[in-house]
């Protein structure tokens, strides 16, 4: 008797695998594998979804409006433009449903985001990678790898892992020499920890646009990621596709309250974002001096790269037990094509000395 048969080319999708959470016989842990918020949801999010709890029975609201009123106000933008999922996740998944069919092309960087190609497998696309310059999304390689099989462009900006950005002025050249039929998503997770003059979230490239989307997400700077919350700004004709797709309720009622109650915490962020700017360029030079390469970020991690030059046992795989011996969780790049790289999210205070003491042992040792 023959079993039910999945589509076949579901099959060749390596299910993501998520970061470390615990290490056998170690009660304190560190976990700085998933670039989450060092501080957690602030305060004024805590107490929204405490107060919400007694209506947890209820549906939530399937258009969340008032979630979608408060970001149209914080963000400037129309409120009919702007959808929300479970996580941004959500979001990528249903873009590649709605454009790609199975043997169509979606073009990333090759050191993208490991989402883009996981969901774009599942609906039998090929994965096209661009090579970057020194670890920073190439515009004129995605250009050149552009056939008449491309139908959606993803990039971050910053870029997780790497946590390079490229500039305004280099997103826009990618959208104006693009075609009109492709479509271009702008991944904004970070934008929060960026405050630069050449920086944009992305906003101004969707307004006026037919073909560009716009995502954001709850998960880093507010810390929210357990809550499973994004957002997109989107052409009226994507919204209205997406709308068709998702489920009815896909957003639950306590991430619209802890969304709605994040937006309005403009000190928590404040606070936030500069415990980020300090500890991280602290980090940074830090690494730098035991020999470490550590490549400019701009987001809440860094990206440790170990070479020969560093010793002869001296390695990312090697680096990585050590820290685990000491209690403490990063990740391993290999997956993103960088096996000689840890990615360290910036945490506490204490939780980044620990990260630099462990290491200044490994590198001695």
């Known amino acids: 008797m023959s079993a039910p048969k999945p589509i076949p080319y579901l099959l060749d999708v390596a299910p993501y695998v998520g970061g470390e959470s615990g290490i056998v016989g170690v009660d304190r842990v560190i976990k700085l594998a998933a670039n ?13 979804i405490t107060k919400a709890a007694g209506e947890f029975h209820r549906y939530p609201d399937g258009d ?8 149209a106000e914080k963000h400037n933008l129309p409120i009919e433009n702007l959808i929300c999922g479970s996580g941004s996740d959500e979001l990528i998944s249903l873009l590649c449903r709605a454009y790609v069919q199975p043997g169509e092309e979606i073009l990333i960087s090759a050191h993208g985001f490991a989402m883009y190609p996981i969901y774009g497998k599942t609906v039998g696309a090929s994965i096209v990678a661009a090579p970057e310059q020194n670890i920073t999304t190439d515009v004129d390689a995605l250009l050149e790898r552009v056939t008449d099989k491309t139908k959606i462009c993803f990039i971050a900006v910053p870029n997780n892992p790497t946590g390079t950005y490229i500039p305004a002025s280099e997103i826009k050249r990618l959208r104006e020499n693009l075609r009109d039929d492709i479509l271009l998503v702008v991944d904004m997770a970070y934008a929060e920890y960026v405050n630069l003059d050449d920086y944009s979230p992305g906003a101004e490239f969707v307004s006026g646009s037919d073909n560009v989307v716009m995502l954001r997400t709850f998960s880093k700077m507010f810390g929210m990621g357990g809550m499973r919350l994004g957002w997109g700004y989107c052409p009226e004709g994507v919204i209205d596709v997406l709308n068709r797709l998702r489920s009815p309720f896909n957003v639950s009622y306590p991430s619209q309250a802890a969304g709605i109650a994040a937006l309005q915490d403009d000190e928590f962020v404040q606070m ?17 001096d035991m020999g470490i390469t550590v490549p400019d ?4 991690f860094i990206l440790a790269r170990f070479s020969e030059e560093c010793g002869r046992n001296v390695n990312a795989e090697a680096a990585d037990e050590f820290l685990k011996s000491k209690g403490i969780i990063v990740r391993r790049m290999g997956g993103y094509g960088l096996p000689d790289a840890l990615r360290i999210t910036i945490g506490l205070e204490d939780e980044m000395h620990a990260v630099a003491d462990a290491l200044n042992e490994f590198m001695r040792d």
């Open 297 to 300: 970020s701009v987001c809440n």
């Open 36 to 48: 989450e918020g060092a501080f957690g949801p602030s305060a004024k999010t805590i107490e929204a």
């Open 64 to 71: 969340f409006t008032a979630l979608r009123t408060a970001l």
């Open 272 to 288: 936030s974002r500069e415990h980020n700017d300090k500890w991280l360029n602290w980090t940074t030079e830090t690494l730098r």
